[in-house]
């Protein structure tokens, strides 16, 4: 079984930065993909960015040049770098990794979610 705990989420004036924080916990033998997803209230939830193994990254056109993705293979985290942010992004925000384990399987992991409010 593998954990994720989020971190970092809070309420920030429009203009703004935070920093959110996942780290993957539990029977883990190798993490392909890691991410951060967010849902507003009465929408999908929608991919916000990834990054690969290879640290390859992608993101959503809403948040291109705004947010940066990273992470740490070591300590098995994830990070969302989110500067000037918007009332638009308001959102709980998951992360979500990627497992494959020792017989090439995958798996999806999915955080319990971390609330972001950007307001005045």
């Known amino acids: 079984q593998v954990q994720l705990v989020e971190s970092g989420g809070g309420l920030v004036q429009p203009g703004g930065s935070l920093r959110l924080s996942c780290v993957a916990s539990?029977?883990?033998?190798?993490?392909?993909?890691m991410g951060w997803y967010r849902q507003a209230p009465g929408k999908e939830r929608e991919l916000v960015a990834l990054?690969?193994?290879?640290?390859?990254?992608n993101y959503a056109d809403s948040v291109k040049g705004r947010f940066t993705v990273s992470r740490d293979n070591a300590k098995k985290n994830v990070y969302l770098q989110m500067n000037s942010l918007k009332p638009e992004d308001t959102a709980v925000y998951y992360c979500n990794t990627v497992h494959m384990d020792y017989s090439g399987n995958y798996y999806s992991y999915w955080g319990q979610g971390t609330q972001v409010t950007v307001s005045s």
């Open positions: 539990g029977n883990i033998f190798f993490i392909s993909a």
């Open positions: 990054i690969t193994s290879g640290g390859s990254t």
